[in-house]
């Protein structure tokens, strides 16, 4: 099957750069510069005909076509934390474009309800991401029941505000293992058939808290999180050949239980004070950052944290 697939993209990639060059041969006969253009030009066609074998649909969609629904149809996405705040409307806007979800979190009939309300075929699973045998059964699951994965989104986490001197190392490791030790199973399951066919996407929900060292955010999240962007940048350089994309969200402050329910009401109406946007993120604008991180639209874009955080923190 892959083979075909090859051939088709070797055929597309020869016209590619069929294009180009003649589009480079017309720029050297126009250009003061005279044949200078030409190498750059064939050297730009050399590396989209490399492109053009397995991402061409990306490459015209940035440069010609507007994405919409549907754009990732027949994909199947698996996201955890799915039935939370985030995860819910990730699931749901990714339906929208057309996957099928692996809906994952702790709870089982939760999550069949959530797949049952998805406009896609859909699948509900409980698996604690914190353990690497739930994760392979469950991952042999989704495959056996919707496919293959394409797109895993790893939204699953906790949130723990203690500081250094009153966080104890049970707590330390069981932030650790939901936040960050899950993101490393998960990717080891998911990216071996992304890397395969030549197309994939992982999209890791990191925090704000990984750089401002945690406002109100405890040491052990902060530092989970801090190193969920350090996995994601070691995931995408590794995997940036093989047409996978790594990237992540970092928001702060979205209007969920996790932080409404954690800070008092003068603390909140504090953070509004200093966030510039004098508002809080929502899951739907979480979900929106990552869908266009699975879309066609950002196939150029690989070890990339994409900060939410209303004008909080600019750099
Ligand atoms: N809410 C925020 O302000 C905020 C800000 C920045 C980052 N985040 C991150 O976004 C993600 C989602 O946050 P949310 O606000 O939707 O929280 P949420 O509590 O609504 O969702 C988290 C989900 O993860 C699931 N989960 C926890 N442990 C699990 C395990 N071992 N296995 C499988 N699932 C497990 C929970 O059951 C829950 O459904 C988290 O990673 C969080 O750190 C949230």
Known sequence: ????????????????????????SAAATTSPLGRAPV??????????A????????????????????GTLRGKVALVTGATGSIGSAVARDLAMQG?????????????????????????GLAIDVSSEESVKAGYARIANELGAVDILVNVAGILSNNKVFETTAEE?????????????YLSKACIPHMKEQGWGRVVNLT????????????????????????????????????GVTVNGVAPCYVMSPMIMEQLTAEKRAELLEMIPVHRFCTPDEVAHAVV????????????????????????
Request: positive net charge; proline residues 2%.
């Open 1 to 24: 099957m892959f083979g075909a697939a090859r051939a088709w993209g070797r055929a597309r990639a020869t016209c590619a750069f069929d294009t180009t060059r003649r589009l480079a």
């Open 39 to 48: 190498k750059v030009a064939l050297a730009m066609s050399a590396g989209c």
């Open 50 to 69: 490399a492109l053009a074998m397995w991402r061409e649909d990306e490459v015209c969609c940035a440069a010609s076509k507007p994405v919409d629904k």
């Open 99 to 123: 996957c099928s979800i692996a809906v994952v979190d702790l709870n089982e009939s939760k999550c069949e309800e959530v797949a049952s309300g998805l406009p896609t075929k859909s699948i």
């Open 172 to 184: 330390w490791r069981r932030v650790h293992a939901i936040n960050y030790d899950s993101c490393f």
């Open 207 to 242: 925090s704000w808290a990984w750089k401002s060292g945690g406002l109100t955010a405890g040491t052990a999240y902060s530092a989970s999180k801090g190193a969920l962007v350090g996995l994601t940048f070691s995931l995408a350089r590794q995997f940036a050949g093989d």
């Open 292 to 315: 266009f991180l699975c879309s066609p639209l950002s196939g150029f874009i690989t070890g990339e944290i994409i900060d939410m955080n209303g004008g909080f923190q600019m750099d």
